[in-house]
């Protein structure tokens, strides 16, 4: 198992507050070691184990809870009274009306509360109404190129035979303990990406349509930072069918939707630089693992600037940027990182060996008549520092950084 510092920070952050933690996030990112670490911790640290109280409800033992009367019971008869009770509820999502059980708990007992879930509805309108204030999501990602290469140091492979594997296979932590052959990794991604499309789509929204929903999923891992819409992916799927009859858009803008409420899916809108607005049409899509991907389409060193992009853009919201597609003029960037303090222009290019590059690569930022810092990121090994206040970072530095 990988120790996910980040993420273990955040959570001690809030630790012993009334503030429920809410761990979202891929299926299979590290959700539930996270939390098995943590309470690890807290006995390590000298709790009690009978005031700590750790339910996965993807466990058999736990199929008697399925609705919030008999959460609430449950816990209730384990509570130490008078004491801080520590709480875990692993993919919680999976209780009918758990939010009333949660609020209960919180508001009657001295309870430290943290609970993952593998799909955005757990943070829907309902619960956001019940303990409005009181709670604070901690979005979890695949491993970083960071974390992976911190895992590996020690291995005799160089920096760039790592990003080369970790482009590939991805970053899912389960990988760190499979056999390092192809097959077994494909086999792996290939079980977890049917895992999501079965329990965290299909099942949860009801819809039945798994040809189409898997047909979308294709499209986007195969388009990866390619400008689309629901109209247009509807045409493109109802003609490589050759349909008769139309697609709609509306039934693909519903795909999207509950691909990226599985977290398996992310979407980047445009943002007007010079308006300093979000435009509402022509999104760009990444996938949050690139092994995932290449699982569903296969590996192709022609895609690799989509990879590198896709890598990049789920880097930046590691780093906490709400990240956008720009729009200067008739110009676009790659990215629009925007923080709490700062804004943040990248690029992203596999190499910018001569000018005609260089120069495309920066025409976007010349057009935006700002200030804020202006980034290349290239996968090139040899490279100038700067152009004209425009810095220039090597890919591999820019992860590890």
Request: glycine share 6%.
């Amino acid at each position: 198992m990988i120790y996910r510092s980040e993420y273990m920070q955040r959570l001690k952050a809030f630790k012993d507050s009334k503030i429920i933690k809410v761990v979202t996030g891929l299926r299979r990112a590290g959700k539930s070691t996270l939390l098995q670490m943590f309470k690890d911790e807290l006995i390590q640290s000298g709790v009690p184990k009978k005031q700590i109280q750790y339910i996965n409800f993807e466990l058999m033992k736990y199929d008697a809870i399925r609705g919030y009367r008999e959460l609430y019971d449950f816990v209730k008869q384990n509570a130490i009274k008078g004491r801080k009770n520590y709480l875990f509820f692993d993919e919680i999502q999976q209780v009918s009306g758990w939010e009333k059980a949660i609020n209960s708990l919180s508001l009657e007992y001295d309870a430290d509360i943290y609970i993952t879930g593998s799909n955005a509805y757990l943070l829907s309108s309902e619960l956001a109404t019940l303990i409005s204030g009181r709670y604070v999501e901690i979005k979890m990602l695949p491993l970083s190129f960071k974390e992976y290469y911190g895992y590996y140091a020690n291995s005799g492979k160089s920096k760039e035979e790592l990003f080369d594997e970790y482009l590939k296979y991805g970053g899912l932590p389960s990988l760190l303990s499979l056999p390092q052959d192809e097959e077994t990794i494909d086999a792996y991604l290939s079980s977890v990406y049917d895992t999501i499309i079965l329990k965290d789509v299909l099942e949860r929204n009801k819809f039945r349509d798994i040809d189409l929903l898997k047909r979308v999923f294709a499209f986007v891992c195969g388009n990866v930072g390619s400008i689309t819409s629901a109209n247009k992916l509807a045409k493109y799927l109802a003609n490589e069918a050759k349909l008769d009859s139309s697609i709609r858009p509306a039934t693909i803008a519903k795909i999207l939707q509950m691909l990226e409420n599985a977290f398996i899916v992310y979407r980047a809108e445009r943002y007007d630089v010079k308006g300093k607005e979000v435009l509402k049409s022509l999104e760009k899509y990444y996938v949050a693992d690139t092994g995932l991907k290449n699982a569903l389409v296969g590996y192709a060193l022609e895609n690799y600037g989509q990879s590198i992009e896709n890598v990049v853009y789920l880097e930046l919201l590691r780093r906490g940027y709400r990240v956008y597609v720009g729009k200067s003029e008739t110009k676009e960037i790659d990215f629009v990182a925007i923080g709490k303090k700062e804004t943040r222009y990248f690029q992203v290019t596999e190499t910018l060996f001569d000018k005609a590059t260089l120069q495309r690569e920066v025409a976007p930022f010349y057009s935006t008549n700002d200030f804020f810092e202006k980034t290349i990121i290239t996968a090139d090994k040899t490279y100038v520092s700067n152009a004209n206040g425009i810095k220039i970072v090597n890919l591999i530095d820019f992860l590890l950084s």
